[in-house]
Nanobody, 121 residues
């Protein structure tokens, strides 16, 4: 069982930046970020494989950048030009196997507890 711990959330004004981190207790092939706003379903944000393949939701392309340090089992999400609609709890997730659909939350085996990101207008 791999444990995931997120950090870096907080309150920021629109147009600002935040950097989220996720530390894993072990290695996983694929790591991703999902988010869930109040009253909405959990949605895919971004993912990265151990080989460096990256995936982004259309809503964050050009604003968010995902990266990982395999040696440290750590993943990052640099979020720039934040908008109020980015407000949500952000969850880190880890997946063990290759998939053609990294945006599907069912393709992930491990989840963190979440970190709140609030963007004020």
């Amino acid at each position: 069982q791999v444990q995931l711990v997120e950090s870096g959330g907080g309150l920021v004004q629109a147009g600002g930046s935040l950097r989220l981190s996720c530390v894993a207790s072990g290695s996983t092939y694929r790591m991703g970020w999902f988010r869930q706003a109040p009253g909405k379903e959990r949605e895919f944000v971004s993912a990265i494989t151990s080989t460096g393949l990256t995936y982004y939701a259309d809503a964050v392309k050009g604003r968010f950048t995902i990266s990982r340090d395999n040696a440290k089992n750590t993943m990052y999400l640099q979020m720039n030009s934040l908008k109020p609609e980015d407000t949500a709890v952000y969850y880190c997730a880890g997946g063990k196997i290759v998939t053609i659909n990294p945006m599907n939350p069912q393709m992930y085996d491990y989840w963190g507890q979440g970190t709140q990101v609030t963007v004020s207008s």
